[in-house]
């Protein structure tokens, strides 16, 4: 095993000036490792609220040294950069009502990668060129007296983003393994009858997502797809059941008994792991505050 010491001293600093055009949030970290050198990651928000809209773009980057264990297994390892780029715009018509959208670009440089040799055996870490994402997400929020909606959707292309093979789908270079490429999810509260009875739930869509499902003879990867879900949870609650403090609950998650799996986002030797089935359960909270 690598027998090393190793030193960090870092310091952080933020500047934020409003005015009249654009506020600006700037900020950066700079770092200094006994063993990879120094770093200064900056990070800069561009935000605006004018009328009822309101923007924002921003720019960040991240570094991470190896660890101990990273160095144990690997010495030749180097650190991991990544940078971010998203520009967001939203609207609010009314009180009651708020859209917002915005694209992003996540770029990883020399990712840090866990993988099994699959000759040896043996655990390893290693370096990659990098890997990333390109996408769009969309937000539509409504709140009125006896409702509360949420609705976010969200897509993501790899495409001329991801270089390295642990991560990327046979014949697909716009997904990476485990990730769904379109998601869609909803969260909605109503008010059934006075401060009392309420029915929360909520929604999630995941299109199709690939994985290893298994090992050949050989054992080498065996490509697969886990079909679209969605998944729907709910549950009911009556607030101050008849003391101040007490709520009753009935709830169900996965109510439609949908066959969903865990896939993993690289070659983790096993096919993907089962999520739970329907499951339906009876709450009883009670809150006292002394004061």
């Known amino acids: 095993q690598l027998d090393l010491y190793v030193g960090n001293i870092a310091g952080y600093a933020q500047l934020i000036w409003p005015n009249f055009i654009v506020n600006v949030t700037a900020g950066a970290r700079a770092e200094w490792n006994s063993l990879f050198g120094a770093s200064f990651v900056p990070r800069v928000a561009l935000t605006r609220a004018f009328a009822r809209f309101f923007a924002k ?8 040294a190896p660890s101990l264990e990273h160095l144990n297994i690997n010495p030749a390892i180097v650190p991991e950069r990544t940078n971010h780029l998203e520009a967001e715009l939203g609207w609010k018509p009314n009180d009651h009502v708020q859209l917002g959208a915005n694209v992003f670009w996540v770029q990883l440089n020399h990712p840090i990668i866990y993988g099994v040799n699959q000759q040896s055996g043996a655990e390893e870490y290693f370096n990659s060129d990098g890997t990333g994402s390109v996408g769009v997400e969309a937000d539509f929020r409504l709140k009125v007296r006896r409702v509360s909606l949420h609705l976010n959707y969200s897509f993501y292309s790899a495409a001329n983003q991801n270089l390295e ?5 046979p014949g697909r270079d716009d997904l990476l393994l485990g990730m769904a490429a379109h998601k869609l999810a ?3 509260s109503f008010r059934l009858y006075r401060d009392h009875l309420f ?3 909520t929604g999630t869509f995941l299109s199709e997502r690939y994985t290893v499902v298994a090992l050949d003879d050989s054992g080498a990867p065996v490509f697969g797809s886990e079909p679209p879900v969605f998944l729907w ?4 609650v009556y607030r101050n059941a008849g003391l101040r403090g007490l709520d009753l609950g009935l709830g169900a998650n996965n109510l439609l008994g949908q066959r969903f799996r865990f896939a993993q986002a690289y070659s983790s030797g096993h096919p993907p ?3 739970a089935s329907r499951e339906v359960f009876l ?9």
């Open 283 to 291: 709450r009883l909270s009670y809150e006292h505050s002394l004061n």
């Open 233 to 236: 949870n709910a549950f009911l």
């Open 57 to 64: 773009l921003l720019f960040s980057q991240a570094f991470r």
């Open 186 to 188: 909803a969260v909605a």
């Open 165 to 169: 093979p642990v991560y990327g789908v």
């Open 199 to 201: 029915l929360n739930t």
């Open 273 to 275: 792991l089962p999520g």
